[in-house]
């Protein structure tokens, strides 16, 4: 059997040797070992940006050939890598404990993708991940480290501006809802300037309405310079694109214009002590994202304002409407039945209308409705109502005013309305007013409703009388004692 296996055996092989056979060995495994060192070289190229060794001295002994972050093996060969870290460590010798804890590649113990941040040949940081695999003696003294490191500066790059970003998103949600959550064009000024401000940590705002290219402020929030910031940002800010910063008054202010419609309608300012510290570009990225907001907010205000005040007025006159008229004038009723001033009610109709729209048309009529709603504006002071209770009835309420100031003041208006005769329809049937004034004394029991009957008898007397006068209405004790005698 093993002949048999003999003869089958190449010729070749079966007369190599001995000492030619070993000599062939030794070069098979030599040729196996630069292969594995080559495989090895090939692995850690691929896993890693290059490699590295420190000696006992702490310095770089090996460098991958290629080099490291633009520089070259031989500007790092013999140098200590803590001079390259972003807070650069001195090593004294021999190496110590607390330099290799502040620097990993000097580290004691393994390090498994740990992470370090290395000075490029160009002055710019880059993030390595590092691996280090520590080198002793058979005592157990530390002789050096070797490891592999690799540049990850751009993923952690993305990573901080995904953080940013989500916590951008989650700031601005905060600022959005905050907002969105308030009606009242104030209350949604006043929470959207206390969002961004705890948003940015800022620790006083301001956002001013800016209305035909003038500024005035709507809110303020927190503490701070208050009028020292509008003087510093304003106008600057209404003229540039982008943020504004400086110093203000031991601290940092920032300012940027809202917008909507491609135009300007407000600025945000804000303020925060020095210790806080400056302005980061993520915080100016926020308050870029807020102030964009804040333009559409302010715009939502500015739209309510203007559904509220047609709510409230009349569309031809811009006068108080009925409704708002009753609403304000009950709480003007109640004030004087509580304090200790009088007030005057003043019914107004114009007389003989009908000719003007009958003789000139419906268009010279509203002309007329608008001439007398100039002049009873222009007749009344800060505290006193004027509206337009319909077709051409208007009414107004004297402010601390009694029965001689009111006979003064009706006597005044009839004056001015002497102007209104430009629309009659006739000499014969001139346009002007009829008045009726009913006096609500202090501490009166009157009610709302029977104080408006009263101005309107006292009108309709006016009416009777000849129009183009005034009445003032009989006192309401009187009234009541009149009707207890006929009772």
């Given amino acids: 059997m093993m002949a048999r296996l003999f003869k089958m055996w190449p010729k070749a092989r079966r007369e190599t040797p001995p000492q030619q056979a070993g000599t062939a060995m030794d070069a098979n495994l030599r040729d196996a070992l630069t292969e594995s060192r080559q495989r090895y070289k090939d692995l850690v190229e691929i896993s890693s940006d290059f490699s590295w060794e420190v000696g006992s001295d702490g310095n770089f002994a090996?460098?991958?050939?290629?080099?490291?972050l633009g520089w070259r093996a031989d500007d790092l060969l013999g140098r200590a890598p803590g001079a390259f870290l972003r807070e650069p460590t001195a090593e004294v010798e021999p190496v110590s404990i607390r330099s290799a804890a502040a620097n990993p590649f000097l580290s004691r113990y393994p390090v498994q993708s740990g992470e370090v941040w290395f000075r490029r040949a160009d002055g710019r940081e880059a993030c390595l991940a590092i691996s280090v695999r520590p080198v002793t003696d058979d005592k157990g003294r530390w002789l050096g480290a070797r490891g592999i490191c690799r540049d990850v500066t751009e993923d952690r790059d993305r990573d901080a501006a995904l953080a940013r970003a989500h916590?951008?998103?989650?700031?601005?949600?905060?600022?959005?809802?905050?907002?969105?959550?308030?009606?009242?064009?104030?209350?949604?000024?006043?929470?959207?300037?206390?969002?961004?401000?705890?948003?940015?940590?800022?620790e006083y705002a301001e956002i001013y309405r800016v209305d035909g290219g003038e500024a005035s402020q709507a809110v303020a929030s927190g503490s701070g310079p208050g009028d020292q910031l509008g003087a510093v940002f304003l106008d600057k800010a209404m003229e540039e694109p982008r943020a504004v910063t400086s110093e203000v008054d031991g601290g940092y202010g920032l300012a940027l214009a809202t917008q909507h419609g491609g135009a300007v309608n407000g600025v945000l300012v804000l303020w925060r002590d020095a210790a806080i510290g400056r302005w980061t570009e993520d915080e100016l990225d926020l308050a870029i994202s807020a102030a964009e907001h804040l333009g559409i907010a302010i715009e939502q205000a500015v739209q309510h304002e203007r559904l509220e005040v047609l709510s409230r007025t009349d569309g031809l006159t811009g006068l108080l409407n009925r409704r708002s008229f009753v609403a304000d004038l009950a709480r003007r009723h109640a004030r004087v039945v509580q304090g200790d001033q009088?007030?005057?009610?003043?019914?107004?109709?114009?007389d003989n209308f009908k000719q003007v729209n009958d003789t000139?048309?419906?268009e010279r009529g509203d002309a007329a409705i608008c001439d007398i709603a100039r002049i009873l504006e222009s007749a009344t002071r800060g505290g006193d109502l004027v509206a337009r209770l319909g077709g051409d009835e208007f009414a107004?309420?004297?402010?601390?005013?009694?029965?001689?100031?009111?006979?003064?003041?009706?006597?005044?208006?009839?004056?001015?309305?002497?102007?209104?005769?430009?629309?009659?329809?006739?000499?014969?049937?001139?346009?002007?007013?009829?008045?009726?004034?009913?006096?609500?004394?202090?501490?009166?029991?009157?009610?709302?409703?029977a104080l408006m009957a009263r101005a309107d008898l006292a009108m309709y007397d006016s009416k009777q009388r000849g129009k183009g006068c005034y009445t003032i209405a009989v006192p309401a004790d009187a009234i009541e004692l009149a009707e207890v005698r006929q009772g």
């Avoid at 009088?342 to 114009?350: E, F, K, Q, S, T």
């Fill in 62 to 68: 090996f460098v991958s050939p290629s080099g490291a």
């Fill in 396 to 449: 107004l309420w004297l402010e601390n005013t009694g029965e001689e100031n009111a006979a003064s003041r009706a006597r005044d208006l009839l004056s001015r309305t002497e102007t209104l005769k430009v629309h009659s329809g006739s000499p014969e049937a001139p346009l002007g007013v009829s008045l009726g004034i009913a006096i609500l004394e202090p501490g009166s029991d009157e009610t709302l409703e």
């Fill in 167 to 202: 916590g951008r998103e989650r700031l601005f949600g905060y600022i959005v809802r905050t907002i969105r959550d308030q009606v009242d064009p104030l209350g949604m000024m006043n929470a959207a300037a206390k969002a961004i401000s705890r948003a940015l940590t800022a």
């Fill in 342 to 350: 009088p007030g005057a009610l003043v019914y107004c109709d114009l």
């Fill in 360 to 362: 000139h048309g419906h």
